[in-house]
Each structure stands twice: as structure tokens, then as C-alpha cells.
């Protein structure tokens, strides 16, 4: 899609997220409780910060209005906004800042606890709000109300930024909640998902005549310029001049959904607001929840890979291209990204390794895996080996579509590789359970992973000398 930056508002619920990691390894004498001991603690954009967040990685121009409380939490997640060089409006509530801590013990969630306040801001901060958006809402193409049911978008509020947007022509979307859609009357679109719309509608969803029912059902409640539904692994669905429409999802992994609506609506917003179609709009906003739900974790699609989506060459690189001869020629592509590092032999590809893999990628953004050459197989596994040659190897591993980038080692062991990419995550078999690790010194962190039992190249390579 050609690219003219936008600039947009989001006005909704301001939330931080946080998180505790840590380990738990015995219960407590007090309650039948796991006791978590504390390693670090993280936090990220939630709720309409999150928006902003991808709005933001979308080369959008945003500004964000919303309540704050006059906290610790609060003073943070303003910070982080600004960081990710996003205009922060935030008013001071009496409430606290929506705060939601998710307590997690070897990658599990335990426990999540919410700190938040409801009700309908202070009328006060409403007027506040409402007079300083009149002053500057000319300088936006598009507005999001992202509402969470946290008490900021109350109905006579959400009403007055929609009929203040539609005098000026400006587009509106809105992320709804609840029950009653009357709430976002005469907005541009909704985008609630299937369950969404069929409590809002009161239509069961379940094939495309029913799907056509709620549309219809949807505008008639919201008065809606187009009705649309998002229907999770089945893409889009909505209505234009009377006829149903439906752009299929075109993700071909799926790691983790968290977040996937704020990107879906972000992209839209960015669409509309250079005034493409509502059929190019569905497109672009599907490229980037396939880039987003191929990442773990609540996550952004920069525009780069969601215009790689929407290329003929699609969202896999040609396999040849994704096998490097330096790190240097991936400086620019692995920037800011969340680097994984393996290495191995790989000499005849079977579903062990592929499973190992597809665990590695899981872990970030980019997995970068080390190859063996010929000469260092030998040296490791004896003279009759590989098996396989190093570039078929090489190109066999590129295929995979959970593998990055492959890159060929000469050395025994792939540490002078692994000191000049200093990946956040260094991942080995768990075989490797209280071994020294070559390379742990250069990575963030140290992930062992199982294996699929009784398969390895060598019971193959024995099955067939049978």
C-alpha cells in the first residue's frame, strides 16, 4: 500500500500493563499457595496506550488523550509514552491509573491483579478534556475511541467526540464494549469481533447468511457507514452498499492473538485516514494482525512488514535470500527486534529438529540459526559425515518459515558468531542441563529446550544401514 503519513487521535481508557516474573518452586506453609520468588518485573502499554503503541510503529503521527491517576504508575506510563514519541494528554484523575499486574512463574500466568477505578471521570476533567480536543482536533485524519470499559468514554462523552468529528468529516473508529452499541451512534465503523457482535446483536453467528444478519443488525443498532465484524482466523467480515464482504486472514502462523484487535483498528484507522477503500482498508489491517499474531505476546507490525505481506513475494522470503554470509548484512532488518540464536548440524532435517525450532522461534522475533559447515561436521560427528552437504542443509533449514535467518559456521563451536549477533536469547537442547554453554556470556538469556524423543539423525542414519 503507498504510504502517506497520518496523523491520529486516540482518545480512551489509559492502561499499564505490568509484570512480575519469577519462579515458583514450593507452596507455602501458610496456604495451599505457590510461593513466586521475584527475578525482575517489566512493563508495557495496555488498553488505548497499546493503539497508540501500534499506531505509532505504523509511521502515524498520534496524540492520546486520556485519565491518569496522581500515582507512581501513573507518572510511568506517561513517560513511556512520550518515549515512543507519542503526544500524551493525560489528565489527573482522582482514580489510580488502570494498572493490570500479571504475577508469571516459568512462562505461566499465576496470578493477574487489577488496580482500577470504573465509574465515569470527574465531570469536571470531562469539560476539561472535551474544550482542549475542540482546539485541536482539526489537526488529525482520523480518530480511535478505544474503550475498555474503564469509566472514560461514558456514553454522553463518546457521543459528543463522535458528532464533534463527523462536523469536521473526520473519520471515527471505535474499539466497542458492552452490550449497547447505541453508545456509537453515526460513528465511521465498530470493530467488535464475532462473540462482540453477537451479544450486541443478539444474531448466533455461524455461516455467512447469519454473518449478514448481524451486519445488518449492527448498522441498524449504531448507524454505523460501514458495518463490520473481525472474525478471528476467518479474516474480516462487513457490508458495503447491501453486499457481505469477506477478507480472509492471510497469516500462515499463529504464536500468540493478545493484542491482535488494537493492531486490526490501528490499521484501519491509518487506511481510512489516507482514504483507501474500505475493501483495501480490511486488506491492510490483515497484513498486519498476520504479523502481529506470528509474535508472542501483546506486540506491533511495523509498516515495513506488513508492505511485506502485501508484496507479490509475499510474507516468506525467497529461502536462498534468508542465508547470510555476515551479520553485518542484518543490522538494519533485526533492529529493536527480539533476537533468538541456535546452532547445530542439522545434517538430515527430521521432525525433531523442526519442532525444536518452531519451540526457539516462539521466543521472539527473529531466529537466527548457526549451520555447521562440512569441514566442522567432521571434525565433530567423524569422516562419514554429513550426510548432507552444508549448502543444502543451509537451504533446507531457509525453508522453514520459522527460521529467519541461516548463517554457516567454520569453527567447532559457534561462539565468534554468537559474540557478534549477542542474541537476547541463546537456545539449546535440554541435554545441555547443568553443561557449560558455549556463548552464554554474549545472550540476555539461556533457554533449553526438550527434544521429541527417539529422534536424531544418527537412530536414522542406524535404521537405514539395517
Known amino acids: ?4 503519513q497520518v496523523s491520529v487521535l486516540v482518545i480512551g481508557d489509559l492502561m499499564l500493563d505490568k509484570y512480575i516474573w519469577g519462579n515458583a518452586n514450593r507452596l507455602s506453609p501458610e496456604a495451599p499457595v505457590p510461593v513466586v520468588r521475584i527475578d525482575k518485573e517489566s512493563f508495557t502499554l495496555g488498553g488505548a496506550c497499546n493503539v497508540a503503541n501500534n499506531l505509532v510503529a505504523m509511521d502515524a503521527k498520534v496524540a492520546i488523550y486520556g485519565a491518569i491517576g496522581n500515582d507512581t504508575e501513573g507518572a510511568l506510563l506517561q513517560d513511556f509514552l512520550i518515549n515512543k514519541g507519542i503526544q500524551a494528554n493525560c489528565y489527573k484523575s482522582h482514580r489510580p491509573t488502570t494498572t493490570k499486574t500479571r504475577v508469571m512463574a516459568s512462562k505461566h500466568q499465576m496470578l493477574r491483579i487489577d488496580k482500577e477505578n470504573t465509574q465515569p471521570l470527574e465531570s469536571a476533567l470531562y469539560e476539561e478534556m472535551f474544550e482542549d480536543l475542540q ?10 475511541l478505544s474503550d475498555y470499559h474503564k469509566g472514560v ?3 454522553d462523552f463518546t ?23 447505541t453508545k456509537y451512534q453515526y460513528a465511521t465503523l465498530l470493530t467488535p469481533n464475532k462473540k462482540e457482535a453477537m451479544t450486541a446483536t443478539k444474531v448466533s453467528i455461524h455461516n455467512d447468511t447469519t454473518l449478514k444478519e448481524a451486519l445488518i443488525a449492527l448498522q441498524h443498532i449504531s448507524c454505523v457507514k460501514y458495518p463490520l465484524i473481525t472474525l478471528s482466523e476467518e479474516g474480516i467480515g462487513f457490508l458495503e452498499n447491501g453486499i457481505l464482504h469477506k477478507n480472509p ?5 499463529v504464536y500468540d492473538v493478545s493484542g491482535a484487535g488494537d493492531t486490526v483498528i490501528a490499521a484501519l484507522a491509518i487506511a481510512l485516514a489516507q ?4 475493501s483495501e482498508a480490511t486488506m491492510f489491517a490483515n497484513a498486519a494482525a498476520a504479523v502481529v499474531i506470528a509474535k508472542l505476546g501483546s506486540a506491533v507490525a511495523t509498516l515495513a512488514e506488513i508492505n511485506d505481506f502485501l508484496t507479490p513475494r509475499r510474507a516468506i522470503k525467497d529461502a536462498e535470500s534468508k542465508i547470510i554470509d555476515n551479520i553485518d548484512s542484518l543490522k538494519e532488518n533485526i533492529k529493536n527486534k527480539k533476537i533468538v540464536f541456535t546452532n547445530g548440524c542439522f545434517d538430515i532435517l527430521h521432525a525433531g529438529h523442526v519442532s525444536y525450532l518452531q519451540k526457539a522461534r516462539k521466543l521472539g522475533d527473529v531466529l ?17 559425515r554429513p550426510i548432507t552437504a552444508q549448502e543444502d542443509r543451509a537451504l533446507i533449514l531457509a525453508s522453514l518459515a520459522c527460521v529467519s535467518y541461516v548463517i554457516i559456521f567454520e569453527e567447532e563451536t559457534p561462539l565468534k558468531l554468537i559474540a557478534q549477533i549477542m542474541p537476547d536469547i541463546l537456545v539449546k537442547g535440554a541435554d545441555y542441563k547443568d553443561k557449560e554453554i558455549v556463548g552464554a556470556q554474549y545472550a540476555k538469556q539461556v533457554e533449553l529446550i526438550e527434544f521429541l524423543s527417539e529422534r536424531s539423525t544418527t537412530t536414522i542414519i542406524n535404521k537405514i544401514k539395517q
Open 135 to 144: 482546539k485541536q482536533i482539526r489537526r488529525f485524519d482520523c480518530l480511535i
Open 153 to 155: 468514554l461514558s456514553y
Open 275 to 278: 482514504k483507501k477503500s474500505l
Open 368 to 384: 537466527i540459526v548457526g549451520v555447521n559447515s562440512d569441514d566442522s561436521v567432521k571434525k565433530l560427528k567423524g569422516e562419514l
Open 249 to 253: 486472514t492471510i497469516a500462515r502462523e
Open 1 to 4: 500500500m503507498q504510504h502517506k
Open 159 to 181: 457521543q459528543k467526540l463522535i458528532h464533534l468529528a463527523n462536523s469536521l468529516d473526520i473519520p471515527v473508529l471505535c474499539d466497542p464494549k458492552g452490550d449497547d452499541y
